[in-house]
T-cell receptor, first 118, second 111 residues
Framework: EVQLVESGGGLVQPGESLRFSCTAS????????MSWVRQAPGKGLEWVAN????????FYVDSVKGRFIISRDNAKNSLYLQMNSLRAEDTAFYYC???????????WGQGTLATVSS | QSVLTQPPSVSAAPGQKVTISCSGS????????VCWYQQLPGTAPKLLIY???KRPSGIPDRFSGSKSGTSATLGITGLQTGDEADYYC????????????FGGGTKLTVL
């Protein structure tokens, strides 16, 4: 059974940092692109970042470029999102998702909440 | 403002059929497969339809998808109260700074 479990959420002040982790199980992690997708409370879904199987390619939505870093450790079956210079508008649930094809996120974690507030 | 346009809400009675539309452009829906996701209250999104009209294992055939031009449609027949959820369409976009785009979501109410 495919499982994705996020951790690392919390409350921080604007300008501070947070690091999310996502631990995968039930599939060969190193065979898949992985993604982070976020959802502000009561709002819709927004893709944040993707990373290739070997970590050699990374893509970000414009609003987080230069502030967020996606990475992975295939030996640990883990995906990470380092979020720096956080803003109030980054407040959201962050979901780890497996990318099964160009257009498909086929499995999602339960999400972890980042709250950025003074 | 989402790249893909969905109606904010739809409603229908139990047992009835409902459709949810998703409108885009040639840079997204027009040239790429569409997915649909179901998000039950308080839970993570779940893949419902992929490649326009395919259902993952375990998704009942009450759920169907179609695409025509730059629009896609999710259909749900035999509505059940357990289908009350937010539904999102999503696809790849060839042109924007956000390569993967979603609709704003449609809240389905089963009356």
């Amino acid at each position: 059974e495919v499982q994705l479990v996020e951790s690392g959420g919390g409350l921080v002040q604007p300008g501070e940092s947070l690091r999310f982790s996502c631990t995968a199980s039930g599939f060969t992690f190193s065979n898949y692109w992985m993604s982070w997708v976020r959802q502000a409370p009561g709002k819709g879904l927004e893709w944040v970042a993707n990373i290739k199987q070997d970590g050699s390619e990374k893509f970000y939505v414009d609003s987080v470029k230069g502030r967020f870093i996606i990475s992975r450790d295939n030996a640990k079956n883990s995906l990470y999102l380092q979020m720096n210079s956080l803003r109030a508008e980054d407040t959201a649930f962050y979901y780890c998702a497996r990318v099964s094809s160009l257009t498909t996120f086929d499995f999602w974690g339960q999400g972890t909440l980042a709250t950025v507030s003074s | 403002q989402s790249v893909l346009t969905q109606p904010p809400s739809v409603s229908a009675a139990p047992g009835q059929k409902v459709t949810i539309s998703c409108s885009g452009s040639s840079s997204n829906i027009g040239n790429n497969y569409v997915c649909w996701y179901q998000q039950l209250p308080g839970t993570a999104p779940k893949l419902l339809i992929y490649d326009n009209n395919k259902r993952p294992s375990g998704i009942p055939d009450r759920f169907s998808g179609s695409k025509s031009g730059t629009s896609a449609t999710l259909g749900i027949t035999g509505l059940q109260t357990g289908d009350e959820a937010d539904y999102y369409c999503g696809t790849w976009d060839n042109s924007l700074s956000a390569f993967w785009v979603f609709g704003g979501g449609t809240k389905l109410t089963v009356l």
